[in-house]
């Protein structure tokens, strides 16, 4: 269940609840780990089940609405709760659901890396954003490896491995990004 920050306006709040459809009925989400989808389900249907360290159920949606320019955070989260900023409502619904779908993640302890991964499986050119060179950075000390995901080369291709050993092709764009920031050469070659 998600509990609403009273300083949220309603609008935003709603598009808040607007996300959880296009999350929870994503042709997507089907590549996503079981229990990862579980975890979605735990905290967006209320789904008893899920054995999980979140204490509750309930995750709460805060508003910052201090972040409205084009930079600073889409978004933060401490725990079971996600602060959403105010650029992130500017920038349209399809934006929200990404933002909400990747700081999920992150409630139920995903790493930088699972949160953009996912997002971007789930969002790409549908509101997810590339990752930044401070990801980048954070995906390069944590080995490329997340809780769910690790980043390898599969000869010219970049893949997402996740644990049931399935292969995710990362988007062209995304190789772009890497080489940008000259990360390449680091990532782990199967
Ligand atoms: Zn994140």
Redesign the pocket.
């Known amino acids: 269940m998600l509990i609403y920050d009273s300083a949220c306006p309603d609008n935003f709040r709603a598009m808040v609840r607007n996300a959880i459809g296009p999350i929870r009925t994503n042709p997507h989400l089907i590549r996503l780990p079981v229990d990862v989808r579980q975890g979605l389900s735990h905290v967006l249907d209320g789904d008893a089940t899920y054995p999980c360290s979140i204490p509750s159920r309930s995750v709460m949606i805060g508003y910052d609405g201090k972040q409205y320019s084009g930079l600073g955070p889409s978004a933060y989260t401490a725990g079971a709760c996600i602060w959403i900023c105010r650029r992130t409502f500017d920038e349209g619904q399809a934006r929200v659901n990404a933002v909400l779908l990747?700081?999920l993640i992150?409630v139920l302890c995903g790493a930088?890396l699972d949160?953009?991964v996912f997002e971007n499986m789930m969002f790409h050119g549908a509101g997810a954003t590339l990752p930044d060179p401070n990801d980048i950075r954070t995906f390069a000390l944590k080995n490329w490896t997340g809780r769910w995901v690790r980043i390898l080369k599969r000869g010219n291709d970049v893949v997402v491995r996740d644990p049931m050993g399935g292969d995710y092709q990362i988007p062209a764009d995304w190789v772009a990004a890497l080489t940008a920031q000259g990360a390449l050469q680091g990532i782990p070659t199967v």
């Open positions: 990747h700081e992150h930088e949160s953009e």
